[in-house]
């Protein structure tokens, strides 16, 4: 017998995280990838250097006019039931009533300490399939 994960529409994990299911150790520490819950690692110290550098180089890349610089914040991909944690983002310079979506993306950035599988695989998939054209992965 081979045991398959449920897959949870976004919608539903949306309510789980407004309702505080991810709540205490948990908080931060998940995202949806494909209509599955995975958990993530935890950040070494490299992984969190390299991330910091990447994020000081993008406040001086970006036209701050047209895009603002996402840490480790969810990006809605209804398109592929998921909502990252991109450890960069590049997002559309706007207000957002709710999270930015893969509408609103110029750019993702992904750190792989431990991740690079992941971030290579089924992550780079997911970006593709919602129309993010511009996804870098830095192998540690």
């Not at 180089?57 to 006019?65: D, I, L, R």
Request: hydrophobic share 40%; aromatic share 8%.
């Amino acid at each position: 017998m081979r045991l398959q994960a449920a897959r949870i529409p976004l919608d539903r994990y949306e309510r789980m995280v407004e309702a505080g299911v991810f709540d205490g150790e948990m908080q931060n520490q998940v995202e949806l990838i494909d209509g599955t819950i995975i958990h993530r690692n935890q950040i070494t110290p490299r992984h969190a250097n390299v991330t910091s550098s990447l994020i000081q180089w993008s406040y001086g890349a970006s036209t701050w006019n047209l895009a603002k610089v996402s840490i480790r914040s969810p990006i809605l991909l209804p398109e592929t039931d998921s909502a990252p944690d991109a450890d960069v983002a590049w997002v559309r310079c706007r207000k957002y009533d709710r999270l930015p979506c893969s509408a609103d993306v110029y750019l993702i950035i992904e750190v792989a300490d431990e991740t690079l599988e992941l971030d290579c695989g089924a992550k780079a998939r997911m970006y593709a399939a919602s129309g993010i054209e511009d996804y870098w992965v830095v192998n540690l």
